[in-house]
């Protein structure tokens, strides 16, 4: 019994050494967001300038079904990454699509969707910056999935990849769709 | 060293220069952490500027983590300061301002933590670990003490008493 006391320390200290070694495996990127569960944030945004029949993207649009808002730029190279993914799931997935293209150039953005692919039901361009905020922006690319009622239920930091998609938005759109 | 020591003359030059690039490093030193804050977005107002500074230097910033966003040059870091003085001008109070920007980023912004139930572990943590220890000393120390009685300090028994007169009387 006295030979365990004096194990003790030794014991806890194993522990705050598991524990310690486990938070390098954690993402210090990865921060959760504030916002979910609460309403999308009210906003309005014009369209990408000089982008033929883009009408830009409100709050108004994200009620009804259950949509992806994807923060994009033409300037960050994991947007370019993921973009593939994002078409596959509005294309093949069914699941609609909006973007928010994050500072940038009008020019650079026609550019890019010309060249990579344009797989936004819509468009909203925050030259500033200041919708993102309202969003919690921290990084492009980010991702956030939202509810019939407009809610947003699931945030995504960083490039999506096939395996978020199908193991975690798909299921969660399915889900969300019969609630 | 025989040359620093060997003319008053020449220590008094090199003392000038001392003085001049420590000066130098001093007024820099001094200037650094306003870097970060551009001239075009500091507000006309000197107290509003000095409250938009001190809410920048409570909040953190989202992209170099361990910077507040009043030190830091990333460009959120820019645009976080703008619409802390934007909400400032507003009218809005300190208080408001940072619920404002946690409303959208978390506590994870701030970066004095808040005392609340899931902070209580990151507050209350080491002083728990700090009485843990206190009561395993105390315990430590009172078995020790009841230890020494029982075993250490009891009389000496008559046999043992007379090998010790033995031995002292031996040394005489």
Request: hydrophobic share 40%; net charge neutral.
């Amino acid at each position: 019994m006295r030979r365990l006391l004096y194990l003790l320390p030794f014991l806890l200290f194993i522990g705050v050494g598991v524990a310690f070694y486990l938070g390098f495996e954690r993402d210090p990127r990865d921060i959760p967001s504030a916002l979910i569960d609460k309403p999308a944030p009210v906003f309005e945004l014009p369209p990408i300038e000089g982008l033929p029949a883009s009408a830009g993207l409100s709050s108004a649009r994200l009620t009804g079904d259950v949509t992806l808002v994807n923060v994009f730029a033409s300037w960050c190279i994991p947007c370019k990454a993921e973009h593939p993914v994002i078409t596959r799931l509005s294309r093949e997935k069914g699941v609609t699509v909006f973007g928010i293209n994050y500072k940038d150039k009008p020019e650079d953005a026609r550019t890019w969707l010309s060249r990579n692919g344009d797989p936004y039901a819509a468009i909203g361009a925050d030259q500033d910056g200041r919708v993102s905020i309202d969003w919690g922006v921290y990084g492009v690319p980010e991702s956030y999935l939202i509810d019939r009622q407009g809610r947003i239920r699931f945030k995504h930091v960083g490039p999506l990849t096939p395996e978020v998609i199908d193991q975690q938005i798909l299921p969660m759109v399915k889900h969300l769709r019969q609630g | 060293m025989t040359r620093v020591l060997s003319g008053g003359l020449r220590r008094g030059v090199l003392g000038g220069a001392m003085g001049v690039v420590l000066g130098g490093i001093l007024a820099l030193s001094a200037a650094s952490p306003a870097l970060s804050v551009q001239p075009d977005e500091v507000l006309a107002d000197p107290g509003l500027e000095h409250r938009a500074r001190a809410i920048s230097q409570e909040l953190r910033c989202l992209v170099c983590q361990n910077q507040s966003i009043d030190d830091s040059n990333a460009p959120l870091a820019r645009d976080l300061r703008l619409l802390v003085r934007d909400r400032l001008k507003a009218g809005d109070s300190d208080e408001k301002v940072m619920e404002f920007v946690t409303d959208r980023y978390g506590d994870y912004v701030l970066l004095r933590p808040p005392f609340k139930a899931t902070t209580l572990v990151l507050w209350l943590g080491p002083f728990a670990v700090l009485a843990l220890g206190a009561v395993g000393t105390f315990l430590f120390l009172r078995g020790r003490r009841g230890a020494a009685a029982t075993a250490d300090t009891a009389p000496l028994s008559a046999d043992e008493q007379r090998r010790l007169d033995a031995l002292l009387r031996k040394d005489d």
